[in-house]
């Protein structure tokens, strides 16, 4: 569209048509039939049907319904072996509507055997630790992938499926798939009836620096100890339960090492028999302090839950003292949880315990101990930090959702870098040992700990007790946790790098490698991005910029508390969200999470407008100002310059009626026409026209651009010719009818010199120079270099390398660098 044609059209709607919507979009019409995409469409048509089970709300139904588990484990820690061996007893509790012939059990330590699904599905060149670096370039594997590998061939691993019986001692025939086993019940169990198995187990502790995973050994040779010491961080250790949903029945997708799992919630009583010097962590409360504890450490342990700062319950003194020696005598530390869907420990004679109590308050849980178990290697980063950080976690989080309810939160240091299980969490930072005996610690090992803790501890809200199933959905667990762990990050010192900016995810958003949020999760391509940056982000985004603090909040905390010990879906979070809002969020969750759009919004035009008076004049004699104020042809100028005189003014007395007047000569057939004009208008009409003529105010009209494809409100700022600044919020809404090109109105009393879109970053918009109009020189570096000589076979000096002395034991210095 033309810009003189489209300034007449807008003066003629401005003046005339009273009543019409004066930023009706000419842009719409460009659009063409088979271009529309609605982006505004409702999810309704996308998200499961609501049933008795789960609303329309995004509410447990009225039939809502879960399965229970119950464990009573045995269990010996094999520390020269690097073993467990076990009994556990499963309570089975079917409060499904279904009669169940068989119950899927997950065997995740089978994914560490040579056979397994995720073994033998692995590609080469996708992995970072290998790389297919093309036909001239050798390709490349990683020590630490060797390694691996010879682990794997080295060690026996998987599970080993001793025995399974029913509560009666019955044998009971199974069948193992991968990492899940079938078990055939003696009887059909009908809905509302209770089963018990009882499984006999045990398998090779994998090396947690080799393998990777979750859980592990880790070795330190240069303990005191003849041979060592280790720390055994236990998870996904004994045959669980797999979850029997409303809606995907059992949950036996093969685990792949990245979608993580979902369980059944249960009471847990688990005995942990283990060398008597080691300090055993768990999930729930230790039942037994008189027969695992001295009595100063139980002393010790009543005081920390009413002091300031952490109390060591086991002391470093006393844990360098047990690291010294070893011993054959054995104890057992007996732990019960209740209400848990997965337990975890952890055991080593290298750590000290620090503990000190959260008084939350409340009915549910008023003291929770917060806890750390960390050997001499947290050093002081754990002293001053762990605990301290597993207490802001709970304060801020509890805000968000529900007071802790459980009465332990526990952080270990192992060789696991971070990871989650109720009530206990696995944290990997470590001190640095110096020559002069000292250890420091780097300010990213800091930022490390205090982030890590926080999202690990945030972990037990969401999913360890809103069970989101982070098999299908990591999003829904690390999204959220991450959104969240932003939050109380910031609240602890703001000026650590959270990574929840919305301008942190812009390149990602832009890149072409990636897939929708609503990807399960071992399908996901960058799973950091896609499951934690992105959806916090997002989430950061709906609370800051579309929903405003206090309706977000108000629902955020909604779903915590209608899913807490319950399992939503992604559907109950969107539809809750959007429900208790009040606010219709199709779009966002449409283009966040279903989509891989980003955001780029241009302001391409602005247009600035005076509504016409129709005297002409006024007007004309408007238009004549233009006319002059518009560069006169150069061509003109020059003759002037020369002194070039035109034939006009060379014969003045042939000059006539169109010498003396313009274009712009006012006749009094258009006086009379305005005269007419005024007078067919009603009283009502009159009365807004002549308002409108006498405030004379600035009509501003904007063109944007949708070039991302996600649709977002426009964040407006417009900056005065007085230099004051006034931001303009305009809704998503604005794109509804055409999600590619917009134009808005703008009525401003004062004069606007500059507009810009998203000034302070807050929609992740990836190209923010286009926000500007005018627009911005933007500033960038230029860096001088030197050309690097080649370095390949032939560039070498070999006459001069062959004269290298070959090095002995002593130091020489090497001359070829
Ligand atoms: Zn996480």
Same mark, same amino acid.
Request: hydrophobic share 35%.
């Given at each position: 569209?033309?810009?003189?044609?489209?300034?007449?059209?807008?003066?003629?709607?401005?003046?005339?048509?009273?009543?019409?919507?004066?930023?009706?979009?000419?842009?719409?019409?460009?659009?063409?039939?088979?271009?529309?995409?609605?982006?505004?469409?409702?999810?309704?048509?996308? =998200?499961?049907?609501?049933?008795?089970?789960?609303?329309?709300?995004?509410?447990?139904?009225?039939?809502?319904?879960?399965?229970?588990?119950?464990?009573?484990?045995?269990?010996?820690? $094999?520390?020269?072996?690097? &073993?467990?061996?076990?009994?556990?007893?499963?309570?089975?509790?079917?409060?499904?509507?279904?009669?169940?012939?068989?119950?899927?059990?997950?065997?995740?330590?089978?994914?560490?055997?040579?056979?397994?699904?995720?073994?033998?599905?692995?590609?080469?060149? +996708?992995?970072?630790?290998?790389?297919?670096? *093309?036909?001239?370039?050798?390709?490349?594997?990683?020590?630490?992938?060797?390694?691996?590998?010879?682990?794997?061939?080295?060690?026996?691993? /998987?599970?080993?499926?001793?025995?399974?019986?029913?509560?009666?001692?019955?044998?009971?025939?199974?069948?193992?798939?991968?990492?899940?086993?079938?078990?055939?019940?003696?009887?059909?169990?009908?809905?509302?009836?209770?089963? +018990?198995?009882?499984? #006999?187990?045990?398998?090779?502790?994998?090396?947690?620096?080799?393998?990777?995973?979750?859980?592990?050994?880790?070795?330190?040779?240069?303990?005191?100890?003849?041979?060592?010491?280790?720390?055994?961080?236990?998870?996904?250790?004994?045959?669980?339960?797999?979850?029997?949903?409303?809606?995907?029945?059992?949950?036996?997708?093969?685990?792949?090492?990245?979608?993580?799992?979902?369980?059944?919630? /249960?009471?847990?009583?688990?005995?942990?028999?283990?060398?008597?010097?080691?300090?055993?962590?768990?999930?729930?409360?230790?039942?037994?302090?008189?027969?695992?504890?001295?009595?100063?450490?139980?002393?010790?342990?009543?005081?920390?839950?009413?002091?300031? &700062?952490?109390?060591?319950?086991?002391? !470093?003194?006393?844990?360098?003292?047990?690291?010294?020696? /070893?011993? +054959?005598?054995?104890?057992?530390?007996?732990?019960?949880?209740?209400?848990?869907?997965?337990?975890?420990?952890?055991?080593?004679?290298?750590?000290?315990?620090?503990?000190?109590?959260?008084?939350?308050?409340?009915?549910?849980?008023?003291?929770?101990?917060?806890?750390?178990?960390?050997?001499?290697?947290?050093?002081?980063?754990?002293?001053?930090?762990?605990?301290?950080?597993?207490?802001?976690?709970? !304060?801020?989080?509890?805000?968000?959702?529900?007071?802790?309810?459980?009465?332990?939160?526990?952080?270990?240091?192992?060789?696991?870098? *971070?990871?989650?299980?109720?009530?206990?969490?696995?944290?990997?930072?470590?001190?640095?040992?110096?020559?002069?005996?000292?250890?420091?610690?780097?300010?990213?090992?800091?930022?490390?700990?205090?982030?890590?803790?926080?999202?690990?501890? *945030?972990?037990?809200?969401?999913?360890?007790?809103?069970?989101?199933? !982070? &098999?299908?959905?990591?999003?829904?667990?690390?999204?959220?946790?991450?959104? =969240?762990?932003?939050?109380?990050?910031?609240?602890?010192?703001?000026?650590?790098?959270?990574?929840?900016?919305?301008?942190?995810?812009?390149?990602?958003?832009?890149?072409?490698?990636?897939?929708?949020?609503?990807?399960?999760?071992?399908?996901?391509?960058?799973?950091?991005?896609?499951?934690?940056?992105?959806?916090?982000?997002?989430?950061?985004?709906?609370?800051?910029?579309?929903?405003?603090?206090?309706?977000?909040?108000?629902?955020?905390?909604?779903?915590?508390?209608?899913?807490?010990?319950?399992?939503?879906?992604?559907? $109950?979070?969107?539809?809750?969200?959007?429900?208790?809002?009040?606010?219709?969020?199709?779009?966002?969750?449409?283009?966040?999470?279903?989509?891989?759009?980003?955001?780029?919004?241009?302001?391409?035009?602005?247009?600035?407008?005076?509504?016409?008076?129709?005297?002409?004049?006024? #007007?004309?004699?408007?238009?004549?100002?233009?006319?002059?104020?518009?560069?006169?042809?150069?061509?003109?100028?020059?003759?002037?310059?020369? *002194?070039?005189?035109?034939?006009?003014?060379?014969?003045?007395?042939?000059?006539?009626?169109?010498?003396?007047?313009?274009?712009?000569?006012?006749?009094?057939?258009?006086?009379?026409?305005?005269?007419?004009? =005024?007078?067919?208008?009603?009283?009502?009409?009159?009365?807004?026209?002549?308002?409108?003529?006498?405030?004379?105010?600035?009509?501003?009209?904007?063109?944007?651009?949708?070039?991302?494809?996600?649709?977002?409100?426009?964040?407006?700022?417009?900056?005065?010719?007085?230099?004051?600044?006034?931001?303009?919020?305009?809704?998503?809404?604005?794109?509804?009818?055409?999600?590619?090109?917009?134009?808005?109105?703008?009525?401003?009393?004062?004069?606007?010199?500059?507009?810009?879109?998203?000034?302070?970053?807050?929609?992740?918009?990836?190209?923010?120079?286009?926000?500007?109009?005018?627009?911005?020189?933007?500033?960038?570096?230029? !860096?001088?270099?030197?050309?690097?000589?080649?370095?390949?076979?032939?560039?070498? $000096?070999?006459?001069?390398?062959?004269?290298?002395?070959?090095?002995?034991?002593?130091?020489?210095?090497?001359?070829?660098?």
């Amino acid at each position: 569209m033309q810009r003189t044609s489209f300034w007449l059209a807008f003066a003629a709607i401005a003046a005339v048509s009273f009543g019409a919507n004066g930023s009706a979009s000419a842009s719409a019409i460009k659009q063409t039939k088979g271009d529309f995409e609605d982006k505004f469409r409702q999810l309704d048509e996308v =998200l499961p049907t609501p049933n008795v089970y789960r609303s329309a709300a995004g509410e447990p139904g009225e039939q809502y319904w879960q399965q229970q588990a119950d464990y009573q484990i045995n269990v010996r820690l $094999d520390e020269e072996k690097r &073993r467990i061996d076990a009994k556990e007893t499963i309570g089975y509790q079917n409060n499904s509507p279904y009669t169940l012939k068989y119950i899927w059990i997950q065997l995740d330590q089978n994914i560490f055997r040579n056979d397994s699904r995720a073994e033998r599905s692995a590609t080469f060149g +996708s992995h970072p630790d290998t790389d297919l670096r *093309g036909i001239d370039k050798p390709a490349r594997i990683s020590l630490g992938e060797l390694r691996r590998q010879q682990f794997m061939t080295d060690n026996e691993l /998987g599970f080993a499926i001793n025995n399974v019986e029913n509560g009666e001692g019955q044998s009971l025939s199974f069948t193992i798939v991968g990492t899940n086993m079938r078990v055939d019940l003696a009887e059909p169990l009908a809905p509302g009836a209770r089963t +018990s198995l009882a499984i #006999d187990f045990g398998f090779n502790i994998v090396e947690e620096d080799a393998v990777g995973a979750r859980s592990g050994y880790e070795h330190f040779p240069d303990d005191a100890r003849e041979g060592g010491n280790d720390i055994f961080l236990l998870a996904q250790w004994y045959p669980r339960v797999a979850a029997f949903t409303d809606y995907e029945a059992w949950t036996n997708k093969e685990f792949l090492g990245r979608g993580e799992f979902t369980m059944e919630f /249960g009471d847990f009583e688990v005995n942990i028999d283990v060398p008597a010097d080691h300090i055993v962590s768990a999930t729930g409360v230790l039942q037994n302090p008189k027969q695992v504890l001295s009595k100063e450490q139980q002393r010790r342990l009543e005081k920390a839950k009413t002091a300031d &700062r952490p109390v060591f319950v086991v002391t !470093e003194e006393e844990a360098l003292e047990n690291e010294k020696e /070893g011993t +054959s005598k054995r104890k057992v530390w007996r732990f019960a949880a209740e209400n848990v869907r997965d337990f975890a420990w952890a055991s080593s004679r290298k750590f000290m315990w620090d503990a000190k109590g959260y008084q939350q308050g409340g009915d549910v849980q008023p003291l929770v101990m917060a806890m750390s178990f960390f050997p001499k290697e947290g050093g002081d980063l754990w002293k001053k930090y762990s605990t301290e950080s597993v207490i802001h976690t709970m !304060e801020v989080y509890s805000r968000f959702s529900f007071d802790y309810p459980y009465p332990t939160s526990q952080s270990v240091n192992g060789p696991v870098g *971070g990871m989650e299980y109720p009530m206990i969490t696995f944290n990997g930072p470590r001190t640095e040992l110096q020559e002069d005996g000292t250890r420091t610690y780097s300010l990213a090992e800091k930022r490390f700990l205090i982030g890590v803790v926080i999202h690990e501890i *945030g972990h037990i809200y969401f999913p360890m007790i809103v069970n989101s199933d !982070e &098999r299908q959905w990591t999003w829904m667990d690390e999204g959220l946790n991450s959104f =969240l762990d932003g939050v109380a990050g910031r609240e602890w010192d703001p000026s650590i790098p959270w990574g929840v900016e919305p301008r942190g995810i812009v390149d990602y958003m832009k890149s072409s490698v990636q897939v929708p949020i609503m990807t399960q999760s071992d399908s996901v391509l960058r799973l950091g991005p896609n499951a934690y940056s992105k959806p916090a982000a997002a989430l950061n985004i709906l609370r800051e910029v579309i929903l405003g603090r206090e309706l977000f909040d108000f629902a955020f905390r909604e779903y915590a508390q209608r899913w807490m010990f319950k399992r939503p879906t992604p559907a $109950d979070f969107f539809r809750t969200m959007e429900e208790a809002s009040g606010v219709d969020l199709d779009w966002f969750w449409r283009g966040w999470f279903y989509s891989t759009d980003h955001v780029d919004i241009s302001l391409d035009r602005v247009y600035k407008l005076r509504l016409d008076t129709q005297d002409p004049d006024i #007007d004309w004699e408007r238009r004549r100002q233009e006319q002059a104020d518009k560069p006169v042809s150069f061509f003109v100028r020059r003759n002037e310059i020369e *002194g070039r005189k035109t034939w006009v003014e060379m014969n003045p007395d042939v000059r006539d009626f169109y010498d003396e007047n313009d274009r712009f000569t006012v006749t009094n057939k258009q006086r009379n026409a305005y005269q007419s004009f =005024l007078e067919k208008l009603d009283p009502w009409e009159r009365r807004v026209f002549d308002r409108a003529i006498a405030e004379d105010k600035n009509y501003y009209v904007l063109d944007f651009s949708n070039l991302g494809g996600l649709v977002m409100p426009i964040l407006l700022q417009m900056t005065y010719a007085d230099g004051t600044t006034e931001d303009y919020r305009i809704p998503a809404e604005i794109w509804r009818r055409n999600t590619k090109d917009v134009s808005k109105l703008i009525v401003t009393d004062k004069e606007v010199v500059s507009f810009a879109v998203d000034p302070n970053w807050e929609t992740a918009d990836v190209d923010i120079e286009n926000n500007y109009y005018p627009r911005k020189i933007i500033p960038s570096r230029i !860096e001088a270099y030197k050309s690097e000589r080649g370095t390949d076979h032939i560039s070498r $000096d070999l006459m001069q390398e062959a004269k290298s002395k070959l090095k002995g034991d002593e130091d020489s210095d090497n001359d070829e660098n």
